[in-house]
């Protein structure tokens, strides 16, 4: 296990993009406030939840297809994650901000879109790089920021709800992500530069 952590916290595009994948889910994660937006902001029911409910995961397969169709022409892969990432956060504020529900659909949309871009260059990145027999332990780690910062996520979610609103608590969220992405962008220049033929070890 250390081995696998040692190896995480050498590597600096590997560590960039696990903290990024923590930070993103932790302050962007809005799900558990839907039913909130559903019934106090929008004012819509069960029918239209589902919507809201499902609109990241088209957005996560039209990204999943368009990345697959356009994988050969996608050079400048730390720029793409990093745009991709501002793009989900910009998207989340703007579904904090909208009291309609057409306008919070397409926004979700762009958020699940934005996710699943980054998530899937990222994932591609970390099996590059990752030495075969260090992969199950690097796969446990990616586990570890990937699946915690969602669960966190909700926990701030929900305390900063109660405190200032579910609109603004997510508005909050996606300033974070787009702090948090150039803040990495700044402090790792191995993945803003990374173009993906490199191993960047």
Same mark, same amino acid.
């Given at each position: 296990?250390?081995?696998?952590?040692?190896?995480?916290?050498?590597?600096?595009?590997? +560590?960039?993009?696990?903290?990024?994948?923590?930070?993103?889910?932790?302050?962007?994660?809005?799900?558990?406030?839907?039913?909130?937006?559903?019934?106090?902001?929008?004012?819509?029911?069960?029918?239209?939840?589902?919507?809201? +409910?499902?609109?990241?995961?088209?957005?996560?397969?039209?990204?999943?297809?368009?990345?697959?169709?356009?994988?050969?022409?996608?050079?400048?892969?730390?720029?793409?994650?990093?745009?991709?990432?501002?793009?989900?956060?910009?998207?989340?504020?703007?579904?904090?901000?909208?009291?309609?529900?057409?306008?919070?659909?397409?926004?979700?949309?762009?958020?699940?879109?934005?996710?699943?871009?980054?998530?899937?260059?990222?994932?591609?990145?970390?099996?590059?790089?990752?030495?075969?027999?260090?992969?199950?332990?690097?796969?446990?780690?990616?586990?570890?920021?990937?699946?915690?910062?969602?669960?966190?996520?909700?926990?701030?979610?929900?305390?900063?709800?109660?405190?200032?609103?579910?609109?603004?608590?997510?508005?909050?969220?996606?300033?974070?992500?787009?702090?948090?992405?150039?803040?990495?962008?700044?402090?790792?220049?191995?993945?803003?530069? +990374?173009?993906?033929?490199?191993?960047?070890?």
């Amino acid at each position: 296990i250390m081995e696998g952590i040692r190896f995480v916290v050498k590597t600096p595009i590997l +560590y960039a993009t696990m903290i990024l994948d923590f930070c993103v889910t932790f302050f962007g994660t809005a799900t558990i406030l839907m039913p909130v937006f559903a019934q106090d902001v929008l004012h819509v029911g069960p029918k239209a939840l589902g919507l809201l +409910y499902s609109a990241p995961a088209i957005g996560g397969v039209l990204a999943g297809i368009l990345v697959a169709a356009l994988h050969h022409r996608i050079e400048h892969q730390g720029k793409v994650i990093l745009a991709s990432v501002i793009l989900y956060g910009i998207a989340t504020i703007g579904f904090g901000l909208s009291k309609v529900l057409l306008l919070s659909l397409l926004f979700l949309v762009l958020v699940g879109f934005g996710d699943m871009v980054s998530t899937i260059i990222r994932n591609t990145i970390r099996q590059m790089i990752t030495p075969d027999h260090l992969r199950g332990r690097i796969s446990s780690v990616t586990r570890i920021f990937f699946q915690g910062g969602p669960q966190l996520g909700e926990i701030e979610a929900g305390f900063l709800a109660k405190a200032i609103g579910g609109p603004l608590s997510v508005v909050v969220g996606g300033a974070g992500v787009i702090i948090i992405t150039l803040l990495l962008a700044l402090k790792s220049p191995k993945l803003t530069n +990374y173009r993906g033929k490199e191993l960047a070890v």
